[in-house]
């Protein structure tokens, strides 16, 4: 039972290029989200997702993109990166519905854009 | 959109003495109140939750108090101990969502 798993955990880009972070869970959790952490602050999110084919926008949208085609995936996607979006990016999911319950996380995705 | 302010932003306590962090909300609907810890370069892990209708929950040496009237919550951590050395997060639960405070680095002194 490996819970929530995160690919790549580090990644370097140059401005313009694009990437996709894929998150895996193996809980048959409905929720899933992406978060960006910056030094000195809270989690942000991204975008979230309450099932398999559905994505909303969370908090910082702009600039990503999400799909969740399968219920245990979560696919977070740069099409041109920018330097403002290097970050951590941690995946979850939880179980409790409309933002109850405790969030899972993955270990991390160091992403650095130059 | 919700405000979640913490306060202190670091906290140095010597091992053994307690510790006590404050959350502030602004979003009187608020009805979930988290505490997550994240240890360095770790992912965040919950440690403690209450809902709104109960004002304390103990978990051995953590508990967490609500005051929804006034919109405060508090982590409260008995016997410090070296291990509880990490980032304490709040994320009050508003419009579905959790909306994440900007931590507290709890700094435990031997």
């Known amino acids: 039972n490996a819970g929530v798993t995160q690919t790549p955990k580090f990644r370097v880009l140059k401005t313009g290029q694009s990437m996709t972070l894929l998150c895996a869970q193996d809980?048959?959790?409905?929720?899933m989200y992406w978060y960006r952490q910056d030094p000195g602050m809270g989690l942000r999110l991204i975008h979230y997702s309450v099932g398999e084919g559905t994505t909303a926008k969370g908090e910082v949208p702009d600039g990503y993109n999400v799909s969740r085609l399968k219920k245990q995936n979560f696919l977070l996607g740069l099409e041109s990166a920018a330097p403002s979006q290097t970050s951590v990016y941690f995946c979850a999911s939880s179980r409790g519905t409309r933002g109850l319950g405790e969030l899972f996380f993955g270990e991390g995705s160091r992403l650095t854009v130059l | 959109g919700e405000n979640v302010e913490q306060h202190p932003s670091t906290l140095s306590v010597q091992e053994g003495d307690s510790a006590v962090i404050k959350c502030t909300y602004s979003d009187s609907a608020s009805n979930y109140f988290p505490w997550y810890k994240q240890e360095l370069g770790k992912r965040p892990q919950l440690i403690i939750d209450?809902?709104?209708n109960v004002g304390e929950k103990k978990d051995q040496r953590i508990a967490v108090t609500l005051n929804k009237t006034a919109k405060h919550f508090s982590l409260h951590i008995t016997e410090t101990q070296p291990e509880d050395s990490a980032v304490y997060f709040c994320a009050p639960r508003g419009n579905y969502q959790l909306i994440w405070g900007a931590g507290t680095k709890l700094i435990i002194k031997p």
């Open positions: 809980m048959n959790h409905e929720y």
């Open positions: 209450i809902r709104s």
